[in-house]
């Protein structure tokens, strides 16, 4: 079982940018599609984006495209979540997920799915100020 752990969330103005992290240990990283998702208060928690093991595919909430970037280094065992024009809106804590199926697994069609991941990070907040 990988353990997931996100870090470089915090407190940024309107238009501002956040890069997240997210170091994982354990099961083997590399074989992993690795997402991220995000919970407002009173909210579901919502799929933001996703990369395949391989990094070759990534998918994309449409709220987020054009303004964050998923990206993986897996000699560092970690994930990054690059944010640019933060806006209200993406006040939220951000979780980090491991998929349940190692290499692949239906990418494609299921990365936005809650239940296409098995791990999950405690979260770190991104408050974004008017």
């Known amino acids: 079982q990988v353990q997931l752990v996100e870090s470089g969330g915090g407190l940024v103005q309107t238009g501002g940018s956040l890069r997240l992290s997210c170091a994982a240990s354990?099961?083997?990283?590399?074989?992993?599609?690795m997402g991220w998702f995000r919970q407002a208060p009173g909210k579901e928690r919502d799929f933001v984006a996703a990369?395949?093991?391989?990094?070759?595919?990534?998918k994309y909430a449409d709220s987020v495209k054009g303004r964050f970037t998923i990206s993986r280094d897996n000699a560092k065992n970690t994930v990054y979540l690059e944010m640019n024009s933060l806006t209200p809106e993406d006040t939220a804590v951000y979780y980090c997920?491991?998929?349940?199926?190692?290499?692949?697994?239906?990418?494609?069609?299921?990365?936005?799915?809650?239940?296409?991941?098995?791990?999950w990070g405690q979260g770190t907040l991104v408050t974004v100020s008017s």
């Open positions: 990369i395949s093991w391989s990094g070759g595919s990534k």
């Open positions: 354990g099961r083997a990283f590399s074989s992993l599609s």
């Open positions: 997920a491991g998929s349940r199926v190692a290499y692949g697994g239906s990418f494609s069609s299921r990365a936005q799915e809650y239940d296409y991941y098995g791990a």
